[in-house]
């Protein structure tokens, strides 16, 4: 079984401070993981994605993450928040690959940021 | 190439009603999969489609939810006799192959449903 923590619900930060956003995961297999944001009213859309090639992985709008597995973490991280980054993100794992279910993507709590002028 | 359409955005019911949500995939992409989010939620699967077949639908409540993919046209939704704890937003993505391991889905903007 997989699951997906999300250990903030709310973060809050100053324009042009960094963000740091944790996600923790739990799997029997290497895990494929992902992270989304959602803008309000707005689907969700794919910030950047880790897949065992390298475990810092850049993504979209300045964003990355690193895997590590000693930790069982894939924090998101940002040098400088930028206010258009005010959004909910979604660390997010999907079935492993080579195995018989797909499709049923697990999803953290999710984290709202907020980022102060 | 247009993305995950989904509609309506919006979509208001009273108890007791049907509700019929839209989705067509983006181009290409013959798997679909519905996902609930229940406010201060994250997404929770509902189903996995192909056309004309349910592949999965171990997440979808056992009574008056449906959904279907014909040959033609859009992916459907239907919830019928509506209660006001299926107010919740309705995504859905497809994706090229099965989504599993490195595939990525595609999200559409989502259904947001209230029952009133």
């Known amino acids: 079984a997989q699951s997906v923590t999300q250990l903030d619900s709310h973060v809050s930060v100053s324009e042009g401070t960094p963000v740091l956003l944790r996600c923790n995961y739990s799997?029997?297999?290497?895990?494929?993981l992902f992270w989304y944001v959602q803008h309000p009213n707005k689907g969700l859309q794919l910030l950047l994605k880790?897949?065992?090639?390298?475990?810092l992985v850049k993504g979209i709008n300045g964003f990355e993450a690193e895997f590590k597995k000693s930790e069982t973490s894939f924090h998101l991280t940002k040098p400088s928040a930028h206010m258009s980054d005010a959004a909910e993100y979604f660390c997010?794992?999907?079935?492993?690959?080579?195995?018989?279910?797909?499709?049923?993507?697990?999803f953290g709590q999710g984290t709202i940021l907020t980022v102060h002028p | 190439n247009a993305g995950v359409m989904q509609n309506p955005r919006h979509l208001v019911r009273r108890r007791g009603q049907e509700a019929r949500l839209r989705c067509s995939p983006m181009?290409?992409?013959?798997?679909v999969y519905w996902y609930r989010q229940l406010p201060e939620e994250g997404l929770k699967f509902m189903v996995y489609?192909?056309?004309?077949?349910?592949?999965?639908e171990s997440g979808m409540p056992k009574e008056r939810f449906s959904a279907e993919f014909p040959k033609e046209g859009p992916s459907i939704l239907r919830i019928q006799q509506v209660v006001r704890g299926d107010s919740a937003a309705y995504f859905c993505?497809?994706?090229?192959?099965?989504?599993?391991?490195?595939?990525?889905?595609?999200f559409g903007q989502g259904t947001r449903l209230t029952v009133v």
């Open positions: 181009k290409g992409h013959s798997h």
């Open positions: 880790y897949t065992s090639a390298a475990t």
């Open positions: 799997s029997s297999y290497s895990p494929s």
């Open positions: 993505a497809s994706s090229p192959i099965g989504l599993q391991g490195p595939t990525e889905a595609f």
């Open positions: 489609l192909q056309k004309e077949n349910i592949i999965d």
């Open positions: 997010v794992v999907t079935p492993p690959a080579g195995g018989t279910s797909y499709g049923k993507l697990t």
